[in-house]
């Protein structure tokens, strides 16, 4: 068995195997229905299924649905050592993803394709890992990652959730570990420092697609966070 990344399909019969090697199921359009491991639920596009070696697992989806599928020798130390069954995939891995999809639908090349999983693995061990994140929030971590430029509210991420905003600050916190707006403003903030850095974008700009209509607001939360405003930064 060599390291692999494969687009595939699967069927509405539930299936069971297990196999020697790691895998990773990463929806790339509609979802499918894994129990593993005490987990037993839908994962979804934005979202990543960690299926260890040697592990029994029950899977089911609808036959338009597509995949990409990652057969490891190894995983990162981050996911060998999780206990974390589905995760939340960052912007970035799943725009690479459609790249992979893309590439693999249009030519059989061995060469590019290493390459491509050399890229992958290493996006996989650059992601940050949580403890085991309930579905609902892990609905609105996507949400936020796609939508960091738009008014989060707490009454829309609640909706999102199906939770009233109390019950959803409560559960958001217990999940990750940091209030709902404090998860919000370290997105923002990583995401305008990499355009501050990456690109030669106007600060003004910057400020609005991170969120921030108002400059002097953008520029005086990035110095709380940073230590210096955006100006200086530049510099």
């Not at 790339?28 to 839908?42: A, F, R, S, V, W």
């Amino acid at each position: 068995m060599k390291n692999s990344l494969s687009i595939r399909a699967y069927t509405k019969q539930p299936e069971s195997h297990f196999h020697p090697y790691h895998q990773l199921v990463l929806p790339i359009q509609g979802t499918i229905n894994i129990e593993l491991d005490g987990y037993n639920g839908k994962v979804s596009v934005g979202e990543c299924a960690v299926i260890k070696a040697g592990k029994q697992h029950h899977f089911s989806a609808n036959e338009a649905a597509r995949f990409i599928v990652a057969d490891l020798q190894t995983l990162p130390s981050s996911l060998l050592k999780s206990e974390q069954v589905v995760f939340t995939t960052t912007p970035p891995l799943r725009n690479y993803l459609h790249f992979v999809e893309s590439q693999l639908e249009y030519q059989v090349d061995q060469s590019i394709e290493e390459g491509i999983f050399q890229l992958f693995y290493i996006l996989l061990c650059k992601h940050p890992l949580t403890q085991q994140v309930q579905q609902r929030i892990r609905v609105v971590q996507a949400f936020i990652n796609d939508n960091i430029a738009d008014n989060l509210s707490i009454s829309t991420l609640a909706q999102i959730a199906y939770l009233s905003p109390t019950q959803f600050k409560k559960l958001f916190k217990d999940n990750l570990g940091i209030s709902a707006h404090k998860y919000i403003t370290e997105k923002r903030m990583q995401k305008a420092k990499a355009l501050l850095t990456h690109t030669d974008l106007p600060i003004q700009i910057i400020a609005e697609q991170v969120g921030y209509n108002d400059l002097s607001a953008f520029s005086r939360r990035f110095s709380l966070y940073f230590g210096l405003s955006p100006r200086r930064f530049l510099r």
